[in-house]
């Protein structure tokens, strides 16, 4: 378990599928997580455990998902992860998604990021952590950038969200950049 200012990272239990469920079938968290991408759209309970049977399973040396709890009450507001971890290079991807409305706007997404992004600089020691959005997402711009995260470069017209095109931003943190950045996670 990893605690930030405002919430927990805590490793992932079969119960969080409950969680997942209602986000996946949520239209407006699916269109600011995904940009409207269908694959993320409505889902079955069935189809949800089963990806949570092989989330659970995933080798941390590869990605792995945490669970973000709300410091504040304990309620499950949350999931990050990292995934296409490349321990040569030394570069993962990342990424955020904070499904409870109700706690949007409000931080919790950049202290989560923070936290998983000190987990893997600090106990992982990459170089290089990566994620994107699409450039109508203008929380998740800003939740990047309050975290330490510089924009490196666009596909311009990428992103096709409800009939109209956005550019893919791609964000990229450095090691050397992260001290600079945010104070170390508590633990």
């Known amino acids: 378990m990893i605690e930030g200012e405002l919430v927990r990272l805590r490793a992932l239990r079969a119960q969080d599928a409950e969680h997942h469920l209602k986000w996946r079938n949520d239209p407006e968290v699916a269109h600011w997580a995904t940009g409207g991408d269908p694959c993320f759209g ?7 455990d089963l990806g949570f049977e092989t989330m659970l399973r995933l080798n941390p040396r590869e ?4 669970t973000v709890e709300d410091l504040a009450d304990g309620t499950v507001i949350g999931m990050v992860d990292y995934r296409d971890l490349d321990p040569v290079a030394g570069l993962a991807t990342v990424g955020v998604t904070i499904g409870e409305r109700d706690r949007w706007g409000r931080g919790h997404g950049s202290d989560a990021l923070r936290l998983l992004v000190g987990h893997l600089f600090g106990a992982l020691g990459l170089h290089r952590i990566e994620l994107d959005t699409w450039s109508g997402n203008e929380r998740a711009v800003r939740a990047f950038t ?4 510089r924009e490196e470069g666009r596909r311009r017209s990428a992103v096709l969200v409800a009939g109209k095109r956005y550019d893919s931003v791609l964000f990229g943190m450095l090691r050397t950049e992260w001290p600079g950045a945010w104070a170390p996670p508590r633990r």
């Open 42 to 48: 409505p889902v079955t309970a069935e189809a949800v």
């Open 63 to 66: 990605s792995a998902v945490f």
């Open 146 to 149: 309050r975290a330490g995260f």
